[in-house]
């Protein structure tokens, strides 16, 4: 595990701790779910591109990259959440999310798929 990969996770578990206190108080986030947050966006948006930065990108592409897949998982997290929470706060999700999250943990622990390079 490389210093870039190890910079990159601790930075997500914080952004994750900061994420649940800012959350509004009536969705019940506590540190655990923070944490959770936190990995889920380095093992599902980031882990590749930190993947890729470790291969040679330059720090200024890595950084741009990684600030847009961060951004993007952050919304799609926060829209599902006040869906979730405001919006219809009855609703049952649990097939839903127990689908999605066996495919984000899976997706981290065996790899998404490689880029093969193309044989001249």
Do not use: K, N
């Not at 655990?32 to 993947?51: I, S």
């Not at 999700?93 to 943990?105: D, E, K, M």
């Amino acid at each position: 595990m490389g210093r870039l990969t190890i910079l990159v996770s601790l930075v997500c578990g914080l952004a994750g701790l900061a994420l649940a206190r800012l959350a509004p108080e009536r969705w019940g986030l506590t540190p655990v779910h923070g944490l959770l947050l936190g990995l889920a966006l380095y093992a599902a948006a980031l882990r590749g591109q930190v993947e890729r930065a470790i291969a040679g990108a330059t720090f200024g592409t890595a950084w741009l990259g990684l600030s847009a897949r961060a951004a993007v998982f952050l919304a799609l997290w926060w829209t599902q959440a006040v869906l979730c929470f405001d919006v219809i706060p009855d609703a049952d999700v649990r097939r839903g999310f127990i689908t999605l999250s066996a495919w984000v943990v899976a997706q981290a622990l065996l790899g998404g798929p490689r880029h093969v390079r193309a044989r001249s």
